[in-house]
């Protein structure tokens, strides 16, 4: 079972266009984390939220925890090609903040 | 910039053979975390350290499977033997951990990873 449902799995759209992924839960963490991933590559940190209805902007990119903390959104303003990526959710919850991982979302932005 | 050293970067190696990755965390970071990502797939927890002790090892195969974090800081993670099933990305991250008990202090930073081809 899976800790962390993100959906859509796969998502391809064109440059400007708006999109938004989800990342759910039926436990709540302490913290909720977003990653970009590139082929090859690490993911890389875009954001950490703590709060219950917390949202944060990183530039075109707004992230939203949910209330109750089990659940978070991250929407994409104006996609461009530079966005295509693996968007993965992480949550940290217990004693050890344990970092748990969804299997992202992988996005395409068409030109 | 301060960064997640891992090596080495691609790794080939044959079936029933014993391999090793390197990682070195960032200067400071308490906690270090392996995983391991499937291609197309999410990263899976594969061993989590405090310093040099093991403080979540459930999702480690430890009958091929080890990892150790003598001194608190770099740390090896062993495969002996490797099976085919094995062949995966291999990532290290390391975060400040509970030093300082705010969850910002929980932000993974990455390696850029093994890549690991069992044949």
Known sequence: TQLLEQSPQFLSIQEGENLTVYCNSSSVFSSLQWYRQEPGEGPVLLVTVVTGGEVKKLKRLTFQFGDARKDSSLHITAAQPGDTGLYLCAGARGSNYKLTFGKGTLLTVNP | ?119
């Open chain 2, 1 to 119: 910039e301060a960064e997640v050293a891992q090596s080495p970067r691609y790794k080939i190696t044959e079936k029933s053979q014993a391999v090793a990755f390197w990682c070195d965390p960032i200067s400071g970071h308490a906690t270090l975390y392996w995983y391991r990502q499937i291609l197309g797939q999410g990263p899976e927890l594969l061993v989590q350290f405090q310093d040099e002790s093991v403080v979540d090892d459930s999702q480690l195969p430890k009958d091929r499977f080890s990892a150790e974090r003598l001194k608190g800081v770099d740390s090896t993670l062993k495969i002996q033997p490797a099976e085919l099933g094995d062949s995966a990305m291999y990532l290290c991250a390391s975060s400040l951990g509970q030093v300082f008990l705010t969850d910002p202090d929980t932000e993974a930073f990455f390696g850029q990873g093994t890549r690991l081809t069992v044949v």
